[in-house]
């Protein structure tokens, strides 16, 4: 019967072996979940606009009121749209420089022989 030789476990070289792609995942995961928390904030907050200006509808005893509350709905909407999105392109973009910022040890072009 031969004799069990002793498993040796390869060790990852390159990006693997530096922790490259546990940060980038955990970073990833980090980001997924920002974008995600805002998201769910945004959607509530314009739930309960909505509410209130369902609300101000309903109360309103002439055409006018109806006009200026819609016009106010329209107009505050449309502004918290254009700041979420530039919310979501702020974490997008810090997402992408700390995915660049990555592995301490990143390759250089030149150093792979010819």
Avoid: N
Wanted: hydrophobic residues 45%.
């Amino acid at each position: 019967m031969p004799a069990k030789k002793p498993k040796t476990e390869a060790q990852p070289s390159g990006l693997a072996g530096s922790g490259f792609p546990m940060m980038a995942g955990s970073a990833a995961a980090q980001v997924w979940m920002d974008m995600g928390t805002e998201a769910v904030r945004f959607v509530w907050d314009r739930l309960q606009q909505d509410i209130k200006t369902q609300q101000a509808l309903l109360a309103c005893t002439s055409l006018e009121e109806m006009q200026k509350v819609q016009a106010a709905f329209f107009t505050a909407a449309q502004e918290q749209y254009a700041a979420e999105a530039a919310k979501m392109l702020d974490l997008m973009g810090k997402a992408a420089a700390s995915g660049m910022a990555g592995s301490p040890t990143a390759r250089r072009y030149d150093d792979v022989p010819l």
